[in-house]
């Protein structure tokens, strides 16, 4: 937890999530972003959850990224009681390698959004990624991180050589 008012929220279903939803946080870190991070489940503390989501907007948040695994209806029922931005994280399942977290994250009737990422460490990231570009867009600073992140992987791709004998 940061000790500044969070402007995005992360949640996940469980702490085996972690090892994803790590990422997602690294990234906030690394840009200096005021986050929060919990574990919230849908189906274990569904109170907690309705809880968290309705006063998401009164308690500062901009976004909010969730994650979870298999049956991964957390990230679309907290779209369901906020209009905060919900970016969704599909984590891998133990059986299905994440396909089912993907899809129940992607397949969102129409009329509440989940701004939906790759499955695993990626997506988890990206998704952060995506919350700072927001955030961007009114945080000049942010911005010129952000351009900084870009152009940074850019000379590492400039930069990179492949392995072909002469
Ligand atoms: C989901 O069930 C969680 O998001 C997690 O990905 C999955 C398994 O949870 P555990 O049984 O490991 O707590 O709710």
Redesign the pocket.
């Known amino acids: 937890m940061m000790t500044q008012t969070p402007l995005i929220g992360v949640v996940?279903?469980?702490?085996?999530?972690w090892a994803?939803m790590q990422h997602a946080v690294d990234m906030l870190k690394e840009f200096g972003v005021p986050y929060e991070a919990q574990v919230v489940?849908?189906?274990?503390m569904p109170d907690d959850m309705f809880r968290y989501a309705e006063s998401a907007k009164a308690r500062g948040l901009r976004g909010i990224i969730a994650?979870?695994?298999?049956?991964?209806h957390?990230p679309g029922m907290i779209a369901a009681k906020t209009i905060v931005p919900v970016f969704g994280v599909p984590?891998?399942?133990?059986y299905l390698r994440g396909e089912d977290?993907l899809l129940s994250i992607v397949q969102m009737p129409k009329g509440i959004p989940v701004a939906t990422f790759a499955i695993g460490e990626a997506g988890a990231a990206n998704a952060a990624l995506s919350a700072i570009a927001m955030l961007a867009t009114t945080d000049d600073e942010l911005a010129k991180k952000l351009d900084a992140f870009r152009a940074k992987q850019t000379e590492a791709a400039r930069a990179m050589t492949l392995p072909i004998a002469e």
């Open positions: 996940m279903g469980s702490n085996s999530d994803t489940s849908a189906h274990r994650g979870a695994g298999g049956a991964a957390l984590v891998a399942s133990k977290s």
